[in-house]
């Protein structure tokens, strides 16, 4: 993964998404937002163009950071990619906010039971309406 400093040299308006970048989700327990989390290869013509418009796009990017805690994965150096078993890029699964309770246990179960996949390029209007439409 990149250091949230480094910039995606293919994504020159994206960067006002306030990404997280770990493959450790559980840092967003708590937080009260669902889970945004964005699966990209750098190499990928799909990734490019779908950073390019849908993640550039001023209402996607206002969405994702008032309604969503966003996580940004390489999937080409991820643990979470390969035990998923991703195989289409780019991907976006939203998640349900998680919680951890006080006695350490989670609603994970729950949350990964209730997770939605979208797979492939996806222009910004059509992907602000899934952002939008996504109820948890």
Known sequence: NLPSSVESPFLPKAQNIMWHESDDISSSANTGKPVMMYFYLTWCPACHAFENDALSDSVVISHVNTMFYAVKIDAEHSELARSIGLRSFPTV????????????????????????????????????????????
């Open 93 to 136: 699964i939203l998640l349900k906010p998680i919680i951890v309770y006080n006695d350490g246990s989670s609603n994970l179960d729950d949350v990964a039971s209730r997770a939605v996949m979208l797979t492939g390029y996806i222009g910004a209007e059509q992907f602000a309406k899934e952002l939008e439409s996504f109820r948890w």
